[in-house]
């Protein structure tokens, strides 16, 4: 992440809590507004009420970028699982073309696979090489 990422990230943590705090006194000023003479401060309960929905607003969307995040983080580690398991695949072909050209000794590679394998089902994986 980059430092102006960063920066604008811690921006904009601050003027949520500071909105949280605006909203807050805005509920009790118009809660005394109404009981004091709510025809008399009509446009300023309305203000508070269309302050009220464009809080709304933000807070959906905001749950809409917690969401995206979320999805593209899952897409990342998917992305991330395929390349390892591919890397693995890879390097297991090389090493098996290593054995049958000669390049590496078949012994050699039977005992650091015992050494390396625990399961039965893996070692039977690998019954060629023991």
């Excluded at 309305?46 to 809409?64: C, P, S, V």
């Excluded at 590679?109 to 090489?129: I, M, T």
Aim: charged share 40%; proline share 2%; hydrophobic share 35%.
């Amino acid at each position: 992440m980059s430092k102006i990422q960063r920066d604008l990230e811690d921006q904009l943590a601050k003027m949520l809590v500071d909105r949280d705090s605006l909203l807050a006194e805005m509920r009790s000023v118009r809660s005394a507004v109404k009981k004091d003479n709510p025809k008399k401060n009509k446009w300023l309960t309305e203000m508070i009420d269309h302050l009220d929905k464009l809080d709304t607003y933000i807070t959906q969307n905001e749950n809409r970028i917690q969401a995206i995040k979320q999805r593209k983080q899952l897409a990342r580690s998917k992305l991330n699982r395929k390349q390892d398991s591919k890397r693995k695949i890879l390097l297991g072909a090389m090493l098996e073309k290593w054995v049958a050209d000669g390049v590496l000794d078949k012994d050699e590679v039977a005992k650091g696979l015992d050494s390396f394998l625990v399961r039965p089902s893996d070692k039977e994986l690998f019954s060629e090489y023991f």
